[in-house]
């Protein structure tokens, strides 16, 4: 499998990190496994004959790359002569989903297989992305896109195959529940936490993404779509951000043994609010943690805590990789 | 596929009646799916053209049904003309693993595929026996055996295919966790929360396997053998029991923010004992929850909660059966 990398930003460094100490494990699965192609948004390199990933994870900037294209568009690779399979990992936009939203398309369309923790273009155009990955009997894999490196999906499709899934809740956002686990543990003002969590560059200059329940109303579409088999929208989600939450909200909430948490649920309604969790209850996880708890008819309750962001989020997109790999290597044999 | 369930015990009995409700999602995967057989420890019914699935649900003794062999032994069934799969659930056994290692050995040397939620066999002979299914291009899948419900191997095994795991540590024991819960929130005595798990039947009479740590070590080894690769025998897990957790001792970590809990430690050494965990660390679970908490080398780290007993376990052999299903149709299309 010929695999090209699209978007060279924090995701798609820590990818070609983790390949290079992986390379072995992925020739075991599939031995033709090379990264012949990496693009950014202003340019691309390719090699047909497969790209030496120890010299592409020691750059910075795809444009210090030997036979760098600038000008050149990742779209002009995403041909099946070229590739089998890409990673895309462009910036997320859930306005207009691009450039991923083309890309994707583009790549199911020629029969390429997606792998991609890219947010935006599933959220925006779910059903019909699927349908044109079954059209053309594509894999699309996008393990990254919700909760980091919990494996939300490939668990609910390889670990839990005789189960029906009824009801899911999490904490699908790691910047506010870090806002909220400091005002729980330290009695800080949202003011001051928020303040403390842009320093430490958990949250952004503009925060209204995460602080308004933005994002976690992205993953809750996503879940919502995927695992319930809904035809969820972003404006299905009722959603209540968390500047409304009080240092005294809490601190009451305290006594009494809960904890305050954007909690994003897929029940009839889906919904992303500040709710009381008890803090002895699975759900309850601090710090950037994100955690998901699925209600099934047979296995009850399980609860799947982990990182919902950073590199550790490369391990989704590796095992979406190596799937894809796997699938295809039956096919051949 | 034919299949024959060993064992009508408590979790027998329970896949029964989930297999009722799955009729339909078994046959979507394999339309020749169907229960051939059940055996007891005193005799068996069989029928080649298919068990009706409501009839066995309905019943409480296999020795109710219409044709039951009473004198028959599992092994007269265990043979390939007869059946392609078997879920062995005969109680376990931790002394020489019979009758269940019997079985399991006899069905993979004749091709058939395993399923089992019974430790026995697998923390006696865990090489021996994937050995055999090797050798005869078999599936042995044994979710069931740790941590009941939650899916630790199969996820492992599909969701985390890109990872290295560096370490395991968990509550792999429901009884312990369910009487240190009780000593913590209500601060009773050891003796009295045992005596009340005894009378709930969470606590067998004899409570030493779970109490001194044995059955949390059976889990230990499988998962050091299956997950780690090691080659870990009972003997090889230093183990501490809880009867020497005083309350006194609970309270005072109580007041420090930390819970005892009975943890299980697969690292460089394998260890079962009781640990202070900080109340707010996810594997920091109560009552009968059971939870792992894996270190990776991508992920970073992940906790799974969920229920370790009971008839949740049917979760998992479910899942186990339909992957030898999906596994087996694919090699016939």
Redesign the interface.
């Known amino acids: 499998m010929r695999l090209l990398i699209i978007g060279f930003g924090f995701i798609g460094k820590e990818l070609v990190k983790?390949l290079r100490?992986?390379i072995r494990?992925l020739r075991e699965i599939d031995r033709d496994f090379m990264v012949v192609g990496a693009a950014d948004s202003k340019g691309y390199i390719f090699d047909a004959g497969g790209l030496d990933v120890d010299g592409l994870s020691a750059i910075n900037r795809l444009s210090e790359h030997q036979g760098y294209r600038a000008g050149g568009s990742a779209s002009e690779l995403i041909n099946e002569d070229l590739c089998n399979v890409i990673v895309e990992a462009t910036p997320t936009n859930i306005k207009d989903g691009e450039p991923g939203l083309t890309h994707i398309r583009l790549a199911l369309s020629r029969g390429i297989h997606v792998v991609t923790p890219n947010k935006g273009p599933l959220v925006l155009a779910f059903r019909e992305l699927t349908s044109i990955a079954e059209r053309n009997s594509c894999d699309l894999l996008y393990e990254g896109t919700v909760a980091g490196?919990?494996?939300i999906f490939?668990?609910a499709?390889?670990?839990?195959?005789?189960?029906k899934i009824i009801r899911l809740s999490g904490i699908l956002n790691g910047t506010t529940n870090y806002i909220l686990s400091r005002m729980f543990f330290e009695e800080t003002s949202f003011d001051i936490a928020l303040k403390e969590a842009q320093e430490k560059g958990i949250a952004e200059r503009d925060p209204s993404y995460d602080v308004d329940g933005v994002d976690a109303a992205c993953k809750v579409v996503i879940l919502a779509n995927a695992l319930m088999k809904r035809n969820a929208k972003i404006g299905d989600v009722e959603r209540v951000g968390i500047r409304g939450v009080t240092q005294e909200a809490i601190s009451l909430a305290k006594k009494a043994n809960y904890a305050i948490k954007l909690i994003g649920t897929i029940d009839r309604r889906l919904e992303v609010a500040p709710k009381l969790v008890p803090?002895?209850h699975?759900l309850c996880?601090?710090g950037t943690?994100n955690?998901i708890h699925i209600e099934?008819?047979?296995?009850?309750?399980?609860?799947?805590?982990?990182?919902g962001a950073g590199k550790?989020t490369?391990?989704?997109v590796?095992?979406d990789?190596?799937?894809v790999l796997?699938r295809r290597s039956?096919q051949k044999h």
């Open positions: 983790a100490g992986k494990l490196a919990i494996p490939s668990l499709r390889e670990c839990l195959r005789g189960d803090i002895n699975p996880v601090h943690l955690a099934m008819d047979l296995a009850g309750e399980i609860t799947l805590v982990g990182y550790e490369v391990s989704a590796l095992n990789l190596i799937t796997k039956k």
